[in-house]
């Protein structure tokens, strides 16, 4: 009985080890697996650029469409400022008139 006791904790420490060394990483997993973790970082870092760079593109593009607006504006203000003028113009030859026709009749 103690002998069959044995043979079976012999058994177990067998198919143990044996489930160990299945388990157990071999060399070349570890390079493996290495290799793997410096391409992901290397695919983080090419994404972190890409990002950096759309961020950029995106900044940029957002600042042309200020320019263009203050651009758009200060033509809306040139313009009603030539329309400001030119009514004051007119406003000035009548008023000229009114003081040509004033001194003919005195």
């Given at each position: 009985?103690?002998e069959?006791?044995?043979?079976?904790?012999n058994?177990?420490?067998?198919?143990?080890e044996?489930?160990?060394?299945a388990?157990s990483?071999?060399?070349?997993?570890?390079?493996l697996?290495?290799?793997?973790?410096s391409?992901?970082?290397?695919?983080i870092?090419?994404?972190?650029?890409?990002?950096?760079?759309?961020l950029a593109?995106?900044?940029?593009?957002?600042n042309?469409?200020?320019?263009q607006?203050?651009?758009?504006?200060?033509?809306?203000?040139?313009?009603r400022?030539?329309?400001?003028?030119?009514?004051?113009?007119l406003?000035?030859e009548?008023?000229?008139?009114?003081?040509?026709?004033?001194?003919?009749l005195?």
């Amino acid at each position: 009985m103690l002998e069959k006791a044995v043979k079976e904790l012999n058994g177990r420490i067998v198919d143990f080890e044996t489930k160990s060394y299945a388990n157990s990483p071999k060399p070349d997993a570890a390079k493996l697996a290495q290799a793997k973790v410096s391409d992901l970082q290397a695919e983080i870092k090419q994404l972190k650029e890409k990002n950096d760079s759309l961020l950029a593109q995106r900044s940029s593009n957002q600042n042309a469409r200020t320019i263009q607006h203050q651009l758009a504006e200060s033509e809306r203000q040139r313009a009603r400022q030539e329309e400001e003028t030119r009514k004051a113009e007119l406003k000035v030859e009548d008023l000229k008139e009114q003081i040509d026709q004033l001194v003919c009749l005195l």
